[in-house]
């Protein structure tokens, strides 16, 4: 007890320290501790995630991998919308709403592709015989039009400074609640065509949190067209036939604020009167993923959808497809179509499913936490550590309960973490002031420690400790893959030193072709190598530098192949030529430290790598040994380059054009390959055109008068013109795609 009682002095330092501490941070509320009361908040979403109900009224119409493969890609005409919102609004839909900006004309109508074609007689008689072709977009609108149909539009920071008249009419009661909403000085619309047409006009803005997550929803923001209710509102107003939104700020009729200005209290769309925060937002209940929720674009299309499912309910369309959706996260889903977060919005707010923070929860936040400070803090002075400890977990466990409880219970959001958290930082601080003159030991331990981990790695991450976080940033990079063709039959019959030296002998002019262009090698994988460049330093010219490293790479390719051939030729033995295939792709990636905590390497992920990892695979199918993607091509056009058309690769549904390289700057500027390329053009315009016959004896033609490595790329050709001649592809708006089955 005297001990204690001559280290009492340190302790009431450090707890008077301790809880101005916890002082500051419940009143300065730090951006840190609005994200742990997320994290809780979230968690608890997730413990107990609002029933869905299929009762409510609002479903889902998705334009999903089966409507894709029904109709073709994305995006349609805007005929086959016009369609869909026929078809809905037969079946009895209560409200139509387009999570999808129409903020360009459709380029698939008849008169685009007419203004499209080279001036010409053709020309002129295609115009004449489509001189009473509707535009798509005059269908599209007709459609709405006749329907209870919303578009979608985005308020944005730039960007066109107008926005079309809004569809609802707008009351205030009370102050003038502007100056609380979001503002945005630009909107990107719908065309004016579409937006006259539709009877309602809501913005698809989120306000996700500083972690991206969507956990406020605003219901009102002003964009350029002034006051602009949500999707999710417009669509309920459609459904109950309103004209008029009514907003309730601070100092309206019933509403006590002793004149001051607190921004929206509420929002009343026809029978809804909606509770909402300052800013007119919301913070829905989010439900777990429900397929009952959503109805296929191709069903409704093709009449299989029931229409019960349709009748009398809010209709939300958007794109749910892999690569198409515009995908969130929400507390419950790291990724979500934003659409069916739309839908979800309604479903809140028909079921009254909403939860709330009211205004004194930073109040009792504040007590409890200087309450549990103090009670922790007083019985580290009165009982055993170990006590003390069970009584501040026990306290933690309480106020979580409650605060669990008060969230399923009510839908009221009132923090435990920051009361939990004083209650540790009290346990925290006194335990170690109490015993800190017990702990002359931990500096021994803290040595023992030293000698499991060397002096230059701690020191590395003491000094650059964001090492040891996963994750990395999103670059623009080039891509490269290479492989050796054939290798099995190569390494067959080597001994385990001879295939050593013989990879060592391969990969290392690989390496230093790529190392010497300033690229990375990121790993190897096998025979193969992967590389990239522009990351973790920014390189210029990142794109003509891959290209270089190819041919570099093919360079040494040839010179490995003939030191083989001679050390073959000495030895007495057989040989047989090595070959490879590299693809480039250029575009984002993310790039960091990937894998684990404890282990982790400096690498890159993306479509972009997947895509060249096919590409790369695509030089079999071709019998070419450099393959690129459209887009490296159009950042290197001074090459040689060799149009090879479009392909599908395995696991993309979009086609991507493809190029062989020829050979670089000097041989792209000569009369021999610029006579190559013309008649390469030629045979790829038969193609464009689907004149196989032609195609197929133009490569017959080339295979004569190429170099002979070159030989197997037009037979290759030929064999898939003959292919095309014997069984032609289905026509599509572009010319023929190669479709790959494999990799």
């Known amino acids: 007890m005297k001990r204690t009682r001559r280290r009492r002095p340190a302790y009431y330092l450090a707890t008077a320290t301790a809880a101005l501490a916890v002082l500051a941070i419940g009143r300065l509320q730090p951006p840190a501790l609005d994200d742990l009361r997320n994290f809780v908040f979230d968690t608890f979403q997730r413990l107990a995630p609002q029933p869905y109900d299929p009762g409510l009224p609002v479903r889902v119409v998705a334009v999903d991998e089966e409507s894709l493969a029904a109709f073709g890609q994305w995006p349609w005409p805007r ?123 809501g ?171 103090v009670l922790v803090a007083s019985l580290l002075l009165l009982v055993a550590p170990l006590f003390s400890a069970l009584a501040a977990i026990g306290l933690i466990a309480a106020l979580f309960t409650a605060s669990f409880w008060a969230f399923d219970r009510a839908g009221l959001l009132v923090d435990a973490a920051f009361p939990s958290l004083s209650a540790a930082l009290a346990y925290g601080v006194g335990a170690v002031a109490l015993w800190r003159n017990d702990q002359a030991a931990r500096r021994h331990v803290h040595m023992a420690f030293g000698k499991f981990i060397a002096p230059a790695v701690v020191e590395g991450l003491v000094e650059h400790p964001e090492r040891l976080v996963l994750g990395g940033e999103t670059r623009e990079l080039t891509v490269l893959f290479s492989d050796l063709r054939d290798f099995s039959t190569i390494s067959e019959g080597l001994t385990a030193q001879e295939l050593t030296h013989f990879m060592n002998a391969y990969l290392t002019p690989m390496t230093d072709a790529i190392l010497d262009r300033e690229g990375t090698v990121d790993k190897y994988i096998g025979d193969a190598v992967m590389a990239f460049w522009n990351a973790p330093l920014d390189v210029a010219d990142h794109p003509r530098k891959a290209v270089r490293a190819a041919l570099d790479m093919r360079a040494a390719m040839a010179r490995f192949n003939a030191e083989r051939a001679a050390e073959a030729a000495r030895a007495g033995r057989d040989y047989r030529e090595a070959a490879m295939g590299v693809g480039l792709n250029l575009g984002p ?37 450099i393959l690129v993607s459209g887009d490296l091509r ?52 038969y193609h464009a055109e689907w004149d196989f016959t032609r195609a ?34 289905a026509k599509s708006d572009g010319g023929p795609i190669w479709k790959m089955d494999s990799k």
């Open 79 to 201: 005929t086959r919308l016009a369609e869909l919102v026929d078809k809905l609004a037969e079946a009895g839909a209560a409200a139509i709403a387009f999570d999808i900006i129409f903020s360009e004309e459709d380029q698939t109508s008849l008169d685009h592709f007419i203004r499209r074609l080279p001036d010409g007689p053709a020309k002129a008689e295609i115009a004449a015989v489509a001189a009473n072709a509707i535009p798509n977009d005059r269908l599209f609108a007709r459609s709405i039009a006749a329907a209870p149909a919303a578009l979608g539009l985005t308020l944005s920071n730039a960007g066109p400074k107008s926005a079309p008249a809004q569809k609802a009419g707008v009351a205030i009661a009370g102050d003038d609640p502007t100056s609380f909403l979001s503002r945005f000085p630009a909107a990107v619309t719908p065309i004016a065509e579409l937006a006259e047409a539709a009877r309602g006009l």
């Open 203 to 373: 913005a698809t803005n989120w306000a996700p949190d500083r972690d991206g997550v969507v956990r406020r929803v605003p219901l009102l923001g002003v964009g350029p067209g002034g006051l602009t209710p949500s999707l999710a509102l417009e669509a309920l107003r459609l459904a109950q036939g309103a004209s008029t939104l009514v907003i309730r700020s601070s100092n309206a009729s019933g509403e006590t604020a002793f004149g001051r200005q607190t921004g929206v209290n509420a929002v009343k769309v026809g029978a809804f009167e909606i509770a909402v925060g300052a800013a007119a937002d919301i913070r829905p209940r989010y439900g777990a993923e429900a397929p009952e929720r959503v109805l296929s674009a191709a069903a409704v299309l093709q009449g299989r959808a029931p229409r019960d499912e349709i009748e009398g309910r809010i209709l939300f369309i958007g794109a749910t497809a892999i690569g198409l959706g515009d995908i969130r996260a929400t507390p419950l889903q790291p990724t979500l179509p934003g659409v069916e977060i739309h839908s979800q919005i309604v479903e809140s707010l028909l079921s009254g499913a909403l939860l709330s923070r009211p205004d004194w929860a930073a109040g009792l936040e504040l007590v409890a936490a200087g309450a549990a400070f």
């Open 589 to 625: 990636c993310s790039v960091g430290n990937m894998g684990s905590t404890r282990r982790f390497d400096y690498s890159i992920l993306g479509d972009v790598v997947n895509l060249t990892s096919r590409l790369e695979g695509l030089c079999k199918w071709f019998r070419v040994d």
């Open 634 to 685: 159009d950042a290197a056009a001074g090459f040689a380059w060799l149009e090879l058309g479009a392909a599908q690769v395995v696991g993309r549904s979009a086609p991507t054009r493809i190029y062989a390289l020829a050979g670089d700057e000097a041989f792209a500027a000569s009369e021999a390959f610029a006579a190559w390329r013309d008649e390469h053009r030629t045979m790829m315009r």
């Open 696 to 729: 197929r004896a133009a490569a017959a033609r080339m295979m004569a008068i190429v170099e002979p490595h070159w030989t197997g790329c037009y037979l290759a050709l030929e064999q898939r013109f003959a292919a095309f001649e014997a069984a032609p592809p």
